[in-house]
């Protein structure tokens, strides 16, 4: 099946620089990749995705850049507030896990951004 | 619209005890997974459901986990009889019709914990 893999665990910046996450994954069949954003005791929200037809796609301050060759993706946050402090998973889904829309998640990223 | 809502929001039992945890997803959502994130690990799918049938149960860790979804609306998943290891953040998500988005819409989850 697919696995997931995601650095770093942890990630501290200065408010206004930007953050990245990274994620590999093994199945080069895999074609949607979705970041989701957990804020301390909410749910896990989408902030961005990505389809294995596109290279990057950006909304607003955060980009997702997709690398099909290599099998990795990363998340981009330029000009980071505080109330990007968060956990972010990444995840794939593959056509060959189970039915087919099961999403597998790297083990996330706490983001901590410093005022 | 309303988001998906999870019940209960916390849970402590001992081990041995059974405990209910229900999803009602967002109205019209015709699939709905069961995941799961431990010790503060990746998140790890268990199920999935298309209406009131289990498309994909591979993620379920043993035959201690029950989970259903009679009539195709809400979803409630059964742990009995619990052991340590259960514990941790129990979410579900939904998502409209398989020929719509690969979009997932997570619950706030259910934290449990088992003494």
């Known amino acids: 099946g697919e696995n997931v893999e995601q650095h770093p665990s942890t990630l501290s910046v200065q408010e206004g620089d930007s953050a990245v996450i990274k994620c590999t994954y093994s199945?080069?069949?895999?074609?949607?990749f979705p970041w989701y954003k957990q804020e301390l005791g909410k749910r896990p929200q989408l902030i961005i995705d990505?389809?294995?037809?596109?290279g990057e796609k950006k909304d607003q301050r955060i980009a997702v850049t997709l690398n099909k060759t290599a099998k990795h993706f990363s998340l981009h946050i330029t000009e980071t507030q505080p109330e990007d402090s968060a956990v972010y998973f990444c995840?794939?889904?593959?056509?060959?896990?189970?039915?087919?829309?099961?999403?597998?998640f790297g083990s996330g990223t706490q983001l901590t951004v410093l005022p | 619209e309303a988001g998906v809502t999870q019940f209960p929001s916390h849970s402590v039992i001992e081990k041995g005890q059974t405990v209910t945890l229900r999803c009602d997803p967002i109205?019209?959502?015709?699939?709905l997974y069961w995941y799961r994130r431990v010790m503060g690990k990746e998140i790890k799918f268990l199920l999935h459901?298309?209406?009131?049938?289990?498309?994909?149960e591979s993620g379920m860790p043993n035959n201690r986990f029950l989970a259903e979804r009679t009539g195709g609306t809400y979803s409630t998943l059964k742990v009995q009889p619990a052991e340590l290891e259960d514990s941790g953040v129990y979410f579900c998500?939904?998502?409209?019709?398989?020929?719509?988005?690969?979009?997932?819409?997570f619950g706030p989850g259910t934290r449990l914990t088992v003494l």
């Open positions: 199945d080069s069949a895999s074609n949607y």
């Open positions: 998500a939904s998502s409209p019709s398989p020929m719509a988005t690969d979009t997932q819409y």
């Open positions: 459901f298309v209406k009131e049938s289990k498309q994909d």
């Open positions: 109205s019209g959502h015709d699939n």
């Open positions: 990505i389809r294995s037809n596109v």
């Open positions: 995840a794939a889904k593959s056509p060959h896990s189970g039915s087919a829309r099961q999403l597998t």
